[in-house]
């Protein structure tokens, strides 16, 4: 029996020991966590999609053989009514929007982001866009900033505008010509986001 | 309230020597130490005495606790300091980081420390009754053992994703590789018979019931996700299925989709321990062969089995894929976002919704491979060298293990070892058992210091048990076990 005691004194030293030299024990103290360490991933997605025909966003046309004028040929804004839906998030400071453009008119195309509350523009213009004729998947990217953010947070609509301009202002491109023709966006977005703020 | 307290006794139980401390199954040590009769659990034909009968302390007849990992320690995740992911400037800024006591989340460190594939592992077993018996050239034993493992596996990519986002893999395909993930907790009867076909051969086994007490186990989990250049789409695809056996329900909404997990209604944690609805087998092989008067080769085959889980199984089978494209803008004018985001939120629910059935379903347990051989230096000290194979999320890991093993002063079983686990060189072992009278306590791991520097070990392990020997001693009628007949033996008696 006297030798169990000794053994059993023997072990409660031992962990004993362990427990009071160990080092790093602090280390399990989650409670110090205090580092605001932030994990911040690059997170990406599609967002929208469509394709559309000339004619379809020109109501009403203009006559086949009027030219395209040199100032270009606005067509129909495609509208995204946003109500209901919100697009700020604390964890986010800047969201970049990646457009792929491909334009299947003999025009080129210059792209417009804008932001509407009720009709009125929020927020400032976004410097445009120029699709090249035949261009394939062109990328056009916005950066849209905490301001701009809060401007699309605070906006009723999101306006998708397109211009068509010919290529060479010397030779305008009839209506005609392109009137049949469709191009293709493609919105994605990527942004920063801030895992743990 | 009582199905909470339940589930939470029956969490405690199962975690009891979990990953709360860093600590693998037997140390490699205890396999060449003399005189310790649960040598037998790593190599049935080594049964460690070689005469008389001796049974264990009742209710703690032996403790293994073991955590390990591929070669990665909780300081390369958490660790004092400042953070290495934060810029100089932002550290300048903020003095408070910069306080020694302070816990960073070091992910960078993290990923810099990790491998492809990777695992945590945590294993603890208390033998609460053990007994054996040994005559002439036959050994027998029986013990009961509750045992419980979890092992997490996990591929990089998955923390690269969780880290640095999917952005990167635009224009590529991502595999996110299996997330495993395996917890158990079974009841083990075995029973031990080894016999000395010769003065050369030993051979033993031992078979054991199993009573699975609760179970998670996934199995192949993963994910898919492919993105071209254009960022048009994401064409994620999930797969893999996950096995529950324990007592909680998951509840759905008429559409399957799961909405909550509890408890079962009035499980008391006397049927949790007395359940004996998931049997299972396992066996234990091995021999031992004298190859000349010196040297001995062992060979060993531990826990080579599997149970059947029967009682308040839930598996849950995942097997969706959805083209994401973002919202047609071709819809309507104006395009109504907030419903398209909608109707796209819901139809990624829907299709990825696992399918709930309760059929059975059976796990394998960890299987350990043993190779050694002892080579007797003197009546006293034997050097041995130990290799372990074992195989975790379809991966081959290998240990080496080399020992000086003596036994002494009519009582003192001693090992020392160095082992060189996972890829990591610093585990010197010590295995020490003391037998005054009848009485016997030992201990053995692979890694002495583990235990002073826990945050910063990959290697953890320990075996602590208490022994009772009666009528030990060469009798002469011990085969190839008596170093006085049999100076070469391992046991030392």
Not at chain 2, 59 to 80: G, R
């Given at each position: 029996?006297?030798?169990?005691?000794?053994?059993?004194?023997?072990?409660?030293?031992?962990?004993?020991?362990?427990?009071?030299?160990?080092?790093?024990?602090?280390?399990?103290?989650?409670?110090?966590?205090?580092?605001?360490?932030?994990?911040?991933?690059?997170?990406?997605?599609?967002?929208?999609?469509?394709?559309?025909?000339?004619?379809?966003?020109?109501?009403?046309?203009?006559?086949?053989?009027?030219?395209?004028?040199?100032?270009?040929?606005?067509?129909?804004?495609?509208?995204?009514?946003?109500?209901?839906?919100?697009?700020?998030?604390?964890?986010?400071?800047?969201?970049?929007?990646?457009?792929?453009?491909?334009?299947?008119?003999?025009?080129?195309?210059?792209?417009?982001?804008?932001?509407?509350?009720?009709?009125?523009?929020?927020?400032?213009?976004?410097?445009?866009?120029?699709?090249?004729?035949?261009?394939?998947?062109?990328?056009?990217?916005?950066?849209?900033?905490?301001?701009?953010?809060?401007?699309?947070?605070?906006?009723?609509?999101?306006?998708?505008?397109?211009?068509?301009?010919?290529?060479?202002?010397?030779?305008?491109?009839?209506?005609?010509?392109?009137?049949?023709?469709?191009?293709?966006?493609?919105?994605?977005?990527?942004?920063?986001?801030?895992?743990?703020? | 309230?009582?199905?909470?307290?339940?589930?939470?006794?029956?969490?405690?139980?199962?975690?009891?020597?979990?990953?709360?401390?860093?600590?693998?199954?037997?140390?490699?040590?205890?396999?060449?130490?003399?005189?310790?009769?649960?040598?037998?659990?790593?190599?049935?034909?080594?049964?460690?005495?070689?005469?008389?009968?001796?049974?264990?302390?009742?209710?703690?007849?032996?403790?293994?606790?073991?955590?390990?990992?591929?070669?990665?320690?909780?300081?390369?995740?958490?660790?004092?300091?400042?953070?290495?992911?934060?810029?100089?400037?932002?550290?300048?800024?903020?003095?408070?980081?910069?306080?020694?006591?302070?816990?960073?989340?070091?992910?960078?460190?993290?990923?810099?420390?990790?491998?492809?594939?990777?695992?945590?592992?945590?294993?603890?077993?208390?033998?609460?009754?053990?007994?054996?018996?040994?005559?002439?050239?036959?050994?027998?034993?029986?013990?009961?053992?509750?045992?419980?493992?979890?092992?997490?596996?996990?591929?990089?990519?998955?923390?690269?994703?969780?880290?640095?986002?999917?952005?990167?893999?635009?224009?590529?395909?991502?595999?996110?590789?299996?997330?495993?993930?395996?917890?158990?907790?079974?009841?083990?009867?075995?029973?031990?018979?080894?016999?000395?076909?010769?003065?050369?051969?030993?051979?033993?086994?031992?078979?054991?019931?199993?009573?699975?007490?609760?179970?998670?186990?996934?199995?192949?989990?993963?994910?898919?996700?492919?993105?071209?250049?254009?960022?048009?789409?994401?064409?994620?695809?999930?797969?893999?299925?996950?096995?529950?056996?324990?007592?909680?329900?998951?509840?759905?909404?008429?559409?399957?989709?799961?909405?909550?997990?509890?408890?079962?209604?009035?499980?008391?944690?006397?049927?949790?321990?007395?359940?004996?609805?998931?049997?299972?087998?396992?066996?234990?092989?091995?021999?031992?062969?004298?190859?000349?008067?010196?040297?001995?080769?062992?060979?060993?085959?531990?826990?080579?089995?599997?149970?059947?889980?029967?009682?308040?199984?839930?598996?849950?089978?995942?097997?969706?894929?959805?083209?994401?494209?973002?919202?047609?803008?071709?819809?309507?004018?104006?395009?109504p976002l907030n419903s398209l985001i909608n109707a796209v939120s819901d139809s990624i629910t829907a299709t990825f919704k696992p399918t709930i059935t309760h059929s059975?379903?059976?796990?394998?347990?960890?299987?350990?491979?043993?190779?050694?051989?002892?080579?007797?230096?003197?009546?006293?000290?034997?050097?041995?060298?130990?290799?372990?194979?074992?195989?975790?999320?379809?991966?081959?890991?290998?240990?080496?293990?080399?020992?000086?093993?003596?036994?002494?002063?009519?009582?003192?079983?001693?090992?020392?070892?160095?082992?060189?686990?996972?890829?990591?060189?610093?585990?010197?072992?010590?295995?020490?058992?003391?037998?005054?009278?009848?009485?016997?306590?030992?201990?053995?791991?692979?890694?002495?210091?583990?235990?002073?520097?826990?945050?910063?070990?990959?290697?953890?392990?320990?075996?602590?048990?208490?022994?009772?020997?009666?009528?030990?001693?060469?009798?002469?009628?011990?085969?190839?076990?008596?170093?006085?007949?049999?100076?070469?033996?391992?046991?030392?008696?």
């Amino acid at each position: 029996m006297t030798t169990i005691n000794k053994f059993n004194s023997g072990v409660v030293l031992f962990l004993t020991a362990i427990l009071l030299i160990s080092c790093g024990l602090d280390d399990f103290n989650l409670k110090k966590l205090a580092n605001p360490t932030d994990i911040v991933p690059l997170v990406y997605a599609p967002l929208a999609y469509g394709t559309f025909k000339v004619d379809d966003l020109l109501v009403p046309p203009p006559a086949d053989n009027d030219p395209i004028p040199p100032g270009g040929l606005t067509l129909n804004p495609v509208l995204l009514d946003k109500m209901g839906t919100s697009f700020r998030s604390s964890a986010i400071d800047s969201v970049y929007l990646i457009t792929h453009f491909t334009n299947e008119t003999p025009a080129d195309i210059q792209f417009e982001l804008l932001f509407f509350n009720r009709g009125v523009p929020v927020g400032n213009r976004f410097p445009p866009g120029k699709i090249l004729a035949g261009a394939k998947d062109f990328p056009v990217k916005f950066n849209l900033g905490t301001d701009d953010q809060i401007n699309l947070q605070n906006s009723t609509d999101v306006s998708l505008n397109f211009t068509l301009l010919s290529p060479s202002p010397g030779a305008p491109i009839l209506y005609g010509a392109v009137k049949g023709k469709s191009f293709t966006v493609k919105i994605g977005f990527y942004a920063p986001v801030h895992l743990f703020r | 309230m009582r199905t909470g307290k339940c589930l939470f006794i029956i969490f405690f139980f199962i975690q009891l020597f979990g990953v709360s401390n860093l600590l693998y199954s037997q140390p490699n040590t205890l396999y060449f130490m003399k005189g310790i009769p649960q040598t037998k659990d790593i190599n049935p034909a080594r049964p460690g005495i070689t005469g008389g009968f001796y049974f264990s302390m009742p209710l703690f007849s032996k403790l293994d606790l073991s955590a390990n990992t591929n070669n990665w320690s909780y300081n390369d995740l958490i660790h004092k300091g400042i953070d290495n992911t934060l810029n100089n400037n932002v550290q300048a800024n903020h003095a408070f980081w910069n306080q020694s006591d302070s816990l960073v989340v070091d992910i960078n460190k993290f990923l810099g420390s990790i491998g492809t594939k990777n695992f945590v592992q945590e294993s603890a077993a208390l033998t609460v009754l053990e007994g054996g018996y040994k005559k002439g050239k036959n050994f027998y034993a029986v013990s009961l053992t509750e045992r419980e493992f979890a092992e997490v596996s996990f591929h990089k990519s998955l923390i690269n994703l969780l880290v640095f986002g999917n952005y990167q893999y635009v224009g590529r395909t991502y595999f996110s590789g299996n997330l495993n993930v395996n917890t158990q907790h079974y009841r083990e009867f075995a029973f031990n018979y080894s016999h000395d076909v010769d003065n050369k051969l030993t051979i033993g086994a031992a078979a054991k019931i199993l009573f699975g007490m609760g179970v998670i186990q996934s199995n192949g989990v993963n994910l898919i996700a492919a993105t071209p250049v254009n960022g048009e789409s994401m064409d994620v695809k999930i797969n893999g299925r996950v096995n529950v056996s324990a007592p909680v329900q998951f509840n759905t909404n008429p559409s399957g989709e799961i909405t909550s997990i509890n408890s079962l209604p009035n499980y008391k944690p006397s049927d949790y321990f007395s359940n004996f609805g998931n049997p299972g087998i396992a066996i234990d092989l091995g021999f031992a062969y004298r190859v000349n008067k010196k040297t001995e080769l062992s060979v060993s085959v531990i826990d080579l089995g599997m149970i059947a889980w029967k009682t308040n199984v839930t598996r849950l089978t995942e097997n969706g894929n959805f083209l994401y494209k973002g919202i047609n803008l071709n819809t309507a004018q104006p395009v109504p976002l907030n419903s398209l985001i909608n109707a796209v939120s819901d139809s990624i629910t829907a299709t990825f919704k696992p399918t709930i059935t309760h059929s059975s379903f059976s796990t394998l347990i960890p299987t350990k491979i043993y190779f050694g051989v002892d080579y007797q230096l003197n009546d006293i000290i034997s050097l041995a060298g130990l290799s372990r194979i074992r195989i975790i999320n379809s991966t081959i890991h290998t240990s080496f293990t080399a020992s000086a093993n003596a036994y002494v002063l009519n009582g003192l079983s001693l090992s020392a070892s160095y082992s060189i686990m996972e890829s990591t060189f610093d585990n010197l072992g010590l295995g020490v058992g003391i037998k005054a009278g009848p009485f016997q306590i030992y201990t053995a791991a692979d890694n002495l210091f583990s235990p002073f520097y826990p945050s910063k070990a990959r290697n953890m392990n320990l075996r602590i048990g208490i022994n009772f020997i009666f009528g030990d001693g060469d009798n002469g009628n011990a085969g190839k076990s008596g170093s006085s007949s049999y100076p070469n033996c391992h046991c030392p008696y």
